[in-house]
């Protein structure tokens, strides 16, 4: 048990659906952020948030579009996705940007695109 | 370029002691090593950080030469609970950028009975 938790914990859905996914901290960190981890690659950084505010979008395709309303919960809501966007989908948290890094991920959400 | 290179897998025995080595032979003079820990379908997990010479945590240590070229996570009597990729990461902490953490491909480490 992290202190982060995200829901649903699966989640399949058709390229036409609309979809949110949840990530909670119960930590009380200031930054979260959003992760992918497709089969056999390393994770990728999608959106960090610090303060609620967003300071990283890293070329994430517009399909993918992050939430978050206070420093405890971030959203990412999806919406006409692709099967390539079949992954593990991972929230963290931190205390802040600065050192030491240390994250704290959630459980994660498999998400399955038909 | 990647800026960490680690043993794609290992394999061990419960009991034993296991030495995964990183190298990071590019490692910037404000540079810090850290190791994370992910069990499939879960979430990475924080082990272990450090600069030089010797780290040690009630999970793991973590030994750096004085050339901080490589660095070598070492997990005691390892269990089978310990089976998992094990990731080497390194960064400057310092810097505005430094939440974002580049993993790698990992280690991934199974233990037998």
């Known amino acids: 048990e992290t202190g982060v938790t995200q829901t649903p914990r699966h989640l399949v859905m058709g390229m036409t659906n609309k979809k949110s996914l949840k990530c909670e901290q119960h930590?009380?960190?200031?930054?979260m952020y959003w992760y992918k981890q497709s089969a056999k690659k390393p994770l990728e950084l999608m959106f960090v948030?610090?303060?609620?505010?967003?300071?990283e979008n890293n070329s994430v395709p517009s399909r993918f579009s992050p939430e978050c309303p206070n420093s405890s919960h971030l959203f990412l809501h999806l919406h006409t996705l692709q099967p390539e966007d079949s992954a593990l989908y991972l929230c963290?948290?931190?205390?802040?940007?600065?050192?030491?890094?240390?994250?704290?991920f959630g459980p994660g959400t498999r998400l399955t695109v038909l | 370029l990647a800026k960490t290179t680690q043993p794609i897998s290992m394999d061990s025995y419960e009991g034993q002691e296991v030495n995964i080595t990183c190298s990071h032979n590019?490692?910037?003079?404000?540079?810090?090593i850290t190791w994370y820990q992910q069990f499939p379908s879960q979430g990475p997990r924080f082990i272990i950080q450090?600069?030089?010479t010797k780290v040690t945590n009630e999970v793991a240590s973590l030994f750096i030469p004085a050339d901080r070229k490589s660095s070598t996570l070492s997990l005691p009597r390892v269990s089978l609970s310990d089976t998992a990729v094990y990731y080497c990461?390194?960064?400057?902490?310092?810097?505005?950028?430094?939440?974002?953490?580049?993993f790698g491909s990992g280690t991934r480490l199974l233990v037998r009975p």
């Open positions: 963290a948290s931190s205390q802040g940007l600065a050192d030491p890094n240390e994250q704290f």
């Open positions: 930590l009380g960190h200031n930054a």
């Open positions: 948030y610090n303060f609620k505010e967003q300071t």
């Open positions: 590019n490692i910037a003079t404000n540079d810090y």
């Open positions: 450090g600069y030089k």
């Open positions: 990461l390194v960064g400057d902490p310092r810097m505005d950028s430094s939440y974002k953490l580049i």
